[in-house]
């Protein structure tokens, strides 16, 4: 069992940065595959990066590929986030998650282990 924890949302205009963390409880994090998603207003769930388990290979929706940077430290035990050129679409509340697959996961339905999410708002 993997517990999952973000935190670093918050409120910030468009154009700045925020990083987002996900702490891991449990020994198991360097063997699962790693996410985020998000979810906006009114919308669905939807892929927003994947890290490998070594951190290696990396993967990131399009509306995000250039501007967000996702790593992990598996002796923190910590995923990280990384969000720079903020735009008010990015507005969602932000969800890490697990895999235990060995590859690169895009969809939701493959993730194992969920946070609470944490809210991300950009104003314009």
């Known amino acids: 069992q993997v517990t999952l924890v973000e935190s670093g949302g918050g409120l910030v205009q468009a154009g700045g940065s925020l990083r987002l963390s996900c702490a891991a409880s449990?020994?198991?994090?360097?063997?699962?595959?790693m996410g985020w998603f998000r979810q906006g207003p009114g919308k669905e769930r939807e892929f927003v990066a994947a890290?490998?388990?070594?951190?290696?290979?990396?993967a990131y929706a399009d509306s995000v590929k250039g501007r967000f940077i996702i790593s992990r430290d598996n002796a923190k035990n910590t995923l990280y986030l990384q969000m720079n050129s903020l735009k008010p679409e990015d507005t969602a509340v932000y969800y890490c998650?697990?895999?235990?697959?060995?590859?690169?996961?895009?969809?939701?339905?493959?993730?194992?282990?969920w946070g609470q999410g944490t809210q991300v708002t950009v104003s314009s």
């Open positions: 449990g020994r198991t994090f360097s063997s699962h595959t």
């Open positions: 998650a697990g895999g235990r697959q060995s590859r690169l996961v895009l969809s939701a339905g493959e993730y194992d282990y």
């Open positions: 890290v490998s388990r070594l951190g290696f290979n990396t």
